[in-house]
């Protein structure tokens, strides 16, 4: 990926912590997303004891997926420390001390401070196109989870905020870049993983003016982090052009903001061989 569009990791952690607050009055795309991801769990045959709610916000995912899987062990892991405090749900002091207590865990899914083969389910809502280094993130991702255990994740493709990056009208890192589906479906493969299924569907958000589409952003913590993005303030003429460009998209006297969302899903195989060579081989009762 051109050094332009790589996120600078510091400044990603400060916006979501800076974020947290606000996040939930605005995550309206993130929690729809969620509800769609939760419906394909329908098709999905699985038990899972523990699972991971990797970029976990604020808590939707371990809240909807706690009424699924009543019985597992749901781990929140997020780079934000501020989004997994304000997950916590509001306990009175003195029933904290007989509560079960939340498992979250501060750290990046490139490198997850989490043991190997420990969870059945890596569960990710939008937050894929945080990293920087999707093969890290995958593999990660396969080498904590167990054999036969499931990755289930929507993230952002490339005609996301397609609006508002045309309206720029030059080359320059004022939006994201975000990664093709079959980009994504290829390193899946990749990374180990078996029978991935990925596709997408556009959502449009539509606002009456830029700032509302602005404002959303920064609520959920989705500044301008790219290491190319443009130095110093922006200039008034030039966002007053921004503003005139965007208003061309302007239908029914509203401005979309477009965003297309990747879902997919995959398995880890079991494995052929074992660590010291040797081949596995089963046998199954007829």
Known sequence: MDEDYLTEKRLVRSAFDRASKSYDDAAVLQREVGQRMLSRLDYVKLNPQTIVDAGSGTGMGKRELGKI???????????????????????????????????????????????????????????????????????????????????MFSTFGPDTLKELRQSFGDSRAHVNRFIDMHDIGDALLHSGFSVPVVDMEYITLTYSDVKGVMKDLKAIGAHNVLRGRPKGLFGKSAWNRVLENYERFRADGRLPATFEVIYGHAWKPEPKSLPDGSHVIRFAKK
């Open 69 to 151: 899987y009543r019985d597992a062990q749901i781990v929140e892991l997020d780079l934000s420390l501020s989004m997994l405090i304000e997950a916590r749900p509001e306990t009175a002091w003195w029933k904290k001390a007989f509560s079960r207590q939340p498992l979250q865990v501060c750290g990046d899914m490139e490198k997850l401070p989490l043991r190997s083969s420990s969870a059945d389910m890596v569960w990710s809502n939008l937050a894929l196109q945080w990293c920087n280094d999707l093969d890290a993130a995958l593999s990660e991702t396969g080498r904590v989870l167990r054999p036969n255990g499931l990755f």
